[in-house]
């Protein structure tokens, strides 16, 4: 069996419910596109000299492998689901319009559409609510003033 599939089989074979294990499966293919995605990130602002986004971009991959470290060794899936939408809602939607755009862009306006649509898909409707709040406000906030 390739690494990948024994790597998802291990981690879904922990829950009993095919909802929680597609959910877990879902939080294990982000974590490594998140993984991927800021390694090419790292590379592209380490050549162009952006070091406050160079840091964020090597946070983001690092906290990637710990959290598939963490999926792979307990069971906590949920936790782990709550801590990446925190980090997409801080780093993502509230940095951008704070510090590094100080406004709102094409990318944050992906972010908050990624935190909507995971918050609903892992946690179901009341929780996603609220992360659907959290990742508004800040551009209704920003619009308005």
Not at 5 to 24: G, H
Not at 132 to 145: G, K, Q, W, Y
Request: proline share 3%.
């Amino acid at each position: 069996m390739p690494p990948v599939r024994d790597f998802i089989a291990r981690i879904t074979a922990r829950e009993s419910d095919p909802i929680n294990q597609a959910r877990v499966q879902m939080l294990f293919y982000l974590l490594v596109a998140y993984f991927f995605f800021g390694l090419s990130l790292t590379a592209a602002y380490a050549y162009t000299g952006q070091v406050p986004q160079l840091i964020r971009a090597s946070v983001i991959s690092v906290l990637a492998v710990i959290f598939l470290y963490l999926l792979y060794n307990f069971n906590i899936w949920r936790l782990l689901s709550h801590i990446v939408l925190l980090l997409v809602t801080v780093l993502g939607v509230w940095a951008n319009i704070l510090i590094y755009v100080k406004g709102i862009n094409a990318a944050t306006l992906q972010y908050i559409w990624l935190a909507c649509a995971y918050g609903f898909y892992m946690h179901g409707s009341r929780l996603g609510w609220v992360y659907a709040v959290v990742n508004i406000a800040p551009v209704l906030i920003d619009a308005t003033f």
